[in-house]
């Protein structure tokens, strides 16, 4: 039969006592420093995920604002497009204007001008035409005929 030896029942309490020991003075101090860079392997991989997703919270809204500034300025420049066509527009509404007032203007100067030059030539005509008919006449017509027959030749002149 079977043999107990007192040497292996004190090897097995030795290593029951060194399984003990082991398990409270070597085990436990290593499974503690395990758990403890184990939650601290975590909390750094939490803290780097919430800084991963604040990092795209700012990404996704600095291209929000990057996009709101590019329609901005896109609206900006398209009013101003359309002010400049606006203003473009009336600078050359008056221009017309001006330059069709101006044209009427020289017209009335030009036409008054003739009106003058015409009056003059036709007085100096009809000067002309009393002083031959003086001649041809011989004698000088009294200053009252003079003006009748001068004022009848400026109202036929005028008709014609």
């Keep these: 039969m079977l043999k107990l030896d007192w040497n292996i029942l004190f090897t097995l309490i030795n290593l ?12 436990k101090p290593i ?3 395990m758990d403890k860079r184990k939650e601290m392997l975590e909390k750094q991989f ?22 709101n500034a590019q329609e901005e300025s896109a609206r900006i420049i398209s009013d101003a497009k359309e002010s400049a066509k606006t203003e473009y527009g009336k600078i050359l509404d008056k221009a017309e204007n001006d330059a069709e007032k ?5 017209k009335k100067a030009s036409d008054a001008e003739r009106e003058t030059i015409l009056r003059s030539a036709k007085e100096d005509i009809a000067s002309l035409a009393m002083e031959a008919a003086e001649k041809i006449v011989g ?3 009294s200053d009252k005929t003079n003006s009748q027959i001068f004022d ?3 109202s036929e002149g005028s008709e014609k």
């Design 46 to 67: 939490k803290d780097a995920e919430d800084v991963n997703t604040k990092a795209l919270e700012l990404k996704k809204e600095y291209e929000d604002k990057i996009q």
């Design 152 to 154: 009848e030749f400026l």
């Design 139 to 141: 004698a000088n017509v």
């Design 102 to 106: 101006i044209k009427q203007t020289a």
């Design 31 to 33: 499974i503690s420093t």
């Design 16 to 27: 029951v006592i060194f399984y003990l020991l082991m398990k409270k003075f070597f085990f």
